[in-house]
């Protein structure tokens, strides 16, 4: 059975900081793109930041660059979004993406998200 399960989010403060988790299951994750995306209120869901499955290109929206940082542990199958110098703007609901191919098909799969709320 395929799992995302995100953590880590909360309410903080403007300027605070947040890391968020998201530990995979059920698939082979060494071999999948892994993102994060987030969706506001009243918005579309957007990319927020993404790496690739070898972990050395990664990929950042304009509005979190230099504050927001990717990154993958494959032995733990976990992905993380380091988040720095939190804005209101950045309240949504992040969620954890993964993009693969194995078994000769391809594969997408999302976590159930997780709230971040950031207060001015």
């Known amino acids: 059975q395929v799992q995302l399960v995100e953590s880590g989010g909360g309410l903080v403060q403007a300027g605070g900081s947040l890391r968020l988790s998201c530990v995979a299951s059920g698939f082979t994750f060494s071999l999948y793109d892994m993102s994060w995306y987030r969706q506001a209120p009243g918005k579309e869901r957007e990319l927020v930041a993404a790496?690739?499955?070898?972990?050395?290109?990664?990929q950042y929206a304009d509005s979190v660059k230099g504050r927001f940082s990717i990154s993958k542990e494959n032995r733990r199958n976990t992905v993380y979004l380091q988040m720095k110098n939190l804005q209101p703007e950045d309240t949504a609901v992040y969620y954890c993406?993964?993009?693969?191919?194995?078994?000769?098909?391809?594969?997408?799969?999302w976590g159930q998200g997780t709230q971040v709320t950031v207060s001015s």
């Open positions: 993406h993964a993009d693969g191919s194995e078994f000769g098909a391809d594969y997408i799969y």
């Open positions: 790496m690739r499955d070898s972990g050395g290109s990664t």
